[in-house]
């Protein structure tokens, strides 16, 4: 099946610093998701995105469906500490997950 | 909340033995998912069910089933387990469980086999 392939595997970052991570395939895809899981509980949608080449904003959250379709991104700006979990890139079409970003932020 | 309910919330059991995850959707939820997270693993596609039906099928191993009932909740029954079953079992519901739907996840099940 597709590879989503998820990078970087682990963060560690000052409180207030930007974050980057991305998600990559070489399938192409209609729908780009990202989810964010806190410690002990379920993954929770944070974006969605439909359109290649579409921005989207979700507070301090921007995601971007790449424009050959084949990867996204997700940047959290000014970082706070209860940003810390792991981030999860999801493309609807069969229901499967990247590997994960794991972010910890230092106060 | 996602209100998606998944009981019971820890279970600990033995080698050989069997269990029984149990997830409730969202009301008006149509599909259900469930996924398996290993330590340090991101999460694993078992399975969906759509109305009472299957629908797609991941990395589902055969000592594992499920099946979703009339009142749409659903089971995921876990046979001969091994030490390697461990992880937490994630619950997710959509409305129709087409393509391109966001998937809202329970707080899980965390399995520890000894």
């Known amino acids: 099946g597709q590879q989503l392939n998820q990078s970087p595997q682990s963060m560690f970052i000052q409180e207030g610093e930007d974050v980057s991570m991305n998600c990559t395939s070489s399938?192409?895809?209609?729908?780009w998701l990202w989810y964010k899981q806190d410690p002990g509980e379920g993954p929770v949608l944070l974006i969605a995105?439909?359109?290649?080449?579409e921005l989207t904003s979700n507070g301090r959250l921007t995601a971007q469906f790449g424009i050959t379709r084949k990867d996204s991104f997700l940047n959290i700006s000014a970082s706070i500490p209860s940003d810390v979990g792991i981030y999860f890139c999801a493309v609807n079409n069969d229901m499967r997950f990247g590997a994960g970003t794991r972010l910890t932020v230092k106060p | 909340d996602s209100g998606v309910t998944q009981t019971p919330k820890h279970l600990i059991t033995a080698t050989g033995q069997r269990v029984t995850l149990r997830c409730s959707p969202r009301?008006?939820?149509?599909?259900v998912y469930w996924y398996q997270q290993s330590l340090d693993q991101g999460l694993q596609f078992l399975i969906q069910?759509?109305?009472?039906?299957?629908?797609a099928k991941g990395n589902i191993l055969e000592r594992f089933s499920a099946q979703q009932f009339p009142d749409l909740h659903s089971e995921l029954n876990l046979s001969s387990l091994e030490l390697g079953d461990s992880a937490l079992y994630f619950c997710?519901?959509?409305?129709?469980?087409?393509?391109?739907?966001?998937?809202?996840f329970g707080s899980g099940t965390q399995l520890s086999v000894l």
């Open positions: 069910y759509y109305n009472g039906e299957e629908r």
């Open positions: 399938s192409i895809f209609n729908t």
């Open positions: 009301s008006g939820d149509l599909s």
């Open positions: 997710a519901s959509s409305g129709s469980g087409t393509a391109n739907e966001k998937l809202f």
């Open positions: 995105l439909y359109k290649a080449g």
